[in-house]
């Protein structure tokens, strides 16, 4: 069961809210520090706030794009 930690950018849908989750990576040639990010569509029981730190789980798929659920 995979765990992540991200930041809540978007709570306009119903029951739904865009988490943008961070993590540095090195280069393999230059090894500068980098950061990445992606965008994962969760489900959200409670509501939450834009900004809001949480933790996301993945489950199995709700809608097309819909994977994850807030924990936390």
């Known amino acids: 069961m ?4 991200g930041v809540v950018i978007n709570t306009k849908m ?12 090195r ?4 090894k500068k520090q980098m950061k990445r990010s992606k965008k ?4 959200a029981e409670n509501p ?3 900004g809001q ?3 996301i ?9 819909k ?3 807030i924990v936390q």
Not at 27 to 30: A, R, S, T
């Open 27 to 30: 280069h393999p040639i230059y």
């Open 67 to 69: 994977r994850w659920r």
């Open 2 to 5: 995979k765990i992540l930690t």
């Open 48 to 50: 939450v706030e834009t």
């Open 57 to 65: 789980v993945e489950i199995k798929p709700m809608s097309r794009l």
């Open 40 to 43: 994962f569509l969760v489900h």
């Open 14 to 25: 119903q029951k739904s809210a865009t988490v943008r989750v961070d993590r540095m990576w």
């Open 53 to 55: 730190i949480v933790k």
